[in-house]
């Protein structure tokens, strides 16, 4: 369980740009309790050092997340939902 603060540092600003950039907003969030989810990825390729995925789940749905390394050159990016639109997936695609 991760507290969502009520009042964002500049950590939490930074985070909700990335959130931001990829369709999520955390401010709808801020003061409550949220679950995270963090998963070792095993087929990221980009780096000698472990990567992982975090999913913050409220109410049964998906808020926000990223995929990142703890290495020193370390990266932090956002999740970037697949979207098609109605006709791609009417065309079958």
Same mark, same amino acid.
């Given at each position: 369980q991760v507290l969502i603060p009520e009042e964002f540092s500049d950590v939490y600003v930074n985070y909700n740009e990335l959130q931001l950039d990829c369709g999520f907003d955390l401010t709808?969030?801020? !003061?409550r309790l949220v679950t995270r989810y963090s998963y070792l990825v095993l087929n990221h390729g980009s780096t000698d050092e472990p990567v992982y995925a975090e999913i913050l789940i409220?109410?049964?749905c998906i808020?926000? !997340?990223d995929i990142h390394s703890l290495g020193l050159n370390g990266f932090m990016q956002?999740?970037?939902p697949i979207q098609q639109s109605v006709d791609d997936l009417q065309a079958g695609e």
């Open positions: 709808a969030y801020q !003061g409220c109410d049964e808020i926000g !997340g956002g999740l970037s």
